[in-house]
């Protein structure tokens, strides 16, 4: 095994779970274990590149595509629900001073909602659009014209086209990504600006057990990357995106010193204990619970850990979830209902957020005031 990012040999892996079963950012259990190694030498942290990963994304990675207006809730502010890519182009124009009639590719761009969204406000923008499917086509049809789609390949005359490449949340499942940032740097020009986001494997910990993301990104290992494939003048920013590392870098500028990799060393060894354990302290506390009825909070990947980790999930009567795109679905078989709508016998709620925000988050859930509940947070679990 040799790092993907400086290409050091790599030992034995920090973290092997003990389950035949691992879950995907999709919160789709696939068989194997999931196993993440550390390089000593970049503080890159990355698991097992998935077998079938090509037909994977080209066939099955069917993210938010039920719904044209389908998204991932990043915020809740009151009754008001922040969506993912609401936020993303927030910070996107206020980071990046775009200028007028600006060439912008969106790379692995999936159902393209980020710039969809941006054209609305800078209509002015030629939007091009590269992913590795076609499953997104439709979606793209409705606001860019084919001559600005690629799929697989982009186009000869695509290089050196761009002032401005972005990339949301996809780098991480990418097995070669040395590669691919040589690729982008041969689309933009001379002047031209990387803008991204990945998850950042400290601020959101289920990045870290998330089996299709073969890489989990960390400061360091982020800005090698960057500065191996030529980028200079390199910015990394873990709090303007909850959960997330933002980036740019520029074609030209000056040169931005490494972050240095020791005690990211430390922390993945932290998280790699913490992983280690969490599914004890989660199987302990269900045997504390007894027969209580119970349910989950948040349907994503932290509630659907939690729903693949008890030995008796037939005592969960549901699971909340504020996001109307998720309602009416199931986990595993236990509906997804709004937090109204939970079932009045539950009385100990195992919270399914990242732990960073979870306490905050619930206070912040008017439909639970009042009621008798045992909250379970995954921190306290862990403890």
Not at 56 to 84: A, F, N
Not at 94 to 117: H, I, N, V
Not at 134 to 139: C, G, L
Not at 244 to 251: E, H, Q, S
Request: hydrophobic letters at 40%.
């Amino acid at each position: 095994m040799h790092c993907n990012i400086c290409h050091a040999a790599l030992g034995d892996p920090l973290y092997e779970s003990t389950s035949d079963q691992s879950l995907t950012s999709l919160c789709e259990l696939r068989p194997g274990r999931t196993r993440v190694w550390l390089c000593p030498s970049c503080g890159h942290l990355l698991s097992d590149e998935l077998q079938d990963v090509a037909r994977y994304y080209e066939t099955e990675y069917r993210i938010l595509l039920d719904h044209d207006e389908e998204d991932q809730i990043y915020d809740t502010r009151g009754d008001r629900i922040v969506y993912r890519t609401e936020h993303q182009v927030d910070t996107l124009v206020t980071q990046l001073a775009l200028p007028e009639g600006a060439r912008l590719l969106d790379y692995g761009c999936a159902k393209a909602s980020t710039p969809r969204m941006l054209l609305t406000r800078r209509p002015d923008l030629q939007v091009h659009l590269f992913d590795v499917s076609a499953m997104y086509q439709a979606h793209w049809d409705r606001f860019v014209p084919r001559e600005r789609q690629a799929m697989h390949e982009t186009p000869p005359d695509w290089q050196g086209r761009f002032d401005v490449v972005t990339s949301f949340f996809s780098l991480e499942h990418i097995p070669q990504p040395a590669r691919t940032l040589a690729h982008i740097a041969g689309l933009l020009g001379p002047q031209g600006v990387l803008y991204g986001i990945v998850p950042d494997t400290f601020g959101n910990i289920a990045d870290f057990v998330v089996v299709d993301h073969v890489n989990h990104f960390t400061r360091p290992s982020l800005h090698r990357l960057l500065a191996d494939a030529g980028f200079q003048e390199i910015v990394i920013d873990d709090r303007l995106h909850r959960g997330a590392l933002v980036f740019r870098a520029g074609k030209t500028g000056r040169h931005t010193a490494a972050p240095e990799v020791a005690g990211t060393l430390a922390a993945a060894q932290d998280l790699a204990r913490y992983w280690s354990a969490i599914g004890d302290r989660i199987r302990a506390a269900e045997a504390e619970a007894g027969d209580v009825p119970s349910a989950i909070y948040g349907s994503g990947f932290y509630g659907a850990f939690i729903a693949s980790t008890l030995r008796q999930p037939d005592r969960l009567r549901c699971v909340l979830d504020r996001s109307p795109f998720r309602q009416g679905k199931t986990l595993f078989g236990t509906p997804i209902v709004a937090p109204q709508a939970c079932d009045a016998a539950v009385k100990r709620m195992y919270v399914g957020l990242n732990p960073s925000i979870a306490r905050q988050a619930m206070a912040q859930v008017p439909e639970l005031a009042g009621r008798e509940l045992q909250l379970v947070f995954l921190d306290e679990a862990a403890a």
